[in-house]
């Protein structure tokens, strides 16, 4: 039996977890939440993440006495960093402090900024008000709170290899979720930002990234 399961959402922002199992090579066993059936509001589920949220990730501890523990783990910038210290000889993240709090500093604001006060107000602007006529204002905000944001992500890889610098890391593998869910809310990503494009062709062109998409079924562009 994995010592892990991975629950996720096809082209969630799961995918990035997704991503990194592969790159690591370690087993596990990927579950399909699918959010747009609301599998992640069945009580199943809420007794694995009360929050409804993917991902989530279950660790298998030793066997004790009292029989076989799990422990789950929540938020994609969590599970990542519990993985990247888990595993450290991937260099999946940088290990000198600096680095590593500039990795941390990528994922915080995209969980944040980018995703819940962006693209989610976007795609589902009903979450934030009960009104549906309030919802196309809000939809409107956010995607001018998106362009912003990609703005900002083309401006800090201009002439880098990778987000961190010389080193593919985890934060790449979760830049490939914004750059999916730019094209899917229609803008040309390809053209408007090719220092974010050309990065993102390097990370879909990887094996590990490649398993990952196929299994979740997904298109990026």
């Known amino acids: 039996m994995p010592q892990y399961r991975l ?7 799961s995918l990035a977890a997704h991503i990194v199992f592969e790159e690591l090579g370690v087993p596990y066993e ?16 809420l007794a694995i993440n009360p929050r409804g949220r993917v991902p989530a990730l279950a660790i298998r501890e030793d066997q004790t006495d009292d029989g076989q523990t799990e422990q789950v783990l929540t938020e994609l910038s969590a599970i990542l960093i519990y993985l990247a210290q888990t595993y450290p000889a991937a260099s999946l993240l940088p290990l000198d402090t600096l680095s590593f709090v500039r990795a941390v500093e990528w ?18 602007p009903d979450r934030f008000v009960s009104d549906p006529a309030a919802a196309d204002a809000v939809k409107t905000r956010g995607k001018e709170n998106v362009l912003i944001g990609f703005a900002d992500i083309e401006s800090r890889l201009h002439g880098r290899p990778w987000a961190l610098g010389e080193c593919y890391s985890m934060v790449d593998a979760y830049l490939l979720v914004f ?17 974010y494009t050309r990065i993102m062709d390097a990370v879909r062109a990887r094996p ?10 997904i298109q990026v562009e």
């Open 7 to 13: 629950y996720h959402s096809p082209g969630a922002c």
């Open 30 to 45: 990927p579950v399909r939440v699918v959010i747009a059936e609301g599998q992640n509001q069945t009580a199943a589920y």
């Open 107 to 124: 994922m915080s604001w995209l969980g944040s900024t980018m995703h819940a006060g962006g693209v989610r107000t976007v795609l589902r």
């Open 179 to 195: 750059f999916r869910w730019g094209n899917r809310i229609g803008l040309p990503m390809r053209t408007d930002y090719p220092h």
């Open 208 to 217: 590990a990234v490649q398993r990952a998409i196929s299994h979740e079924g």
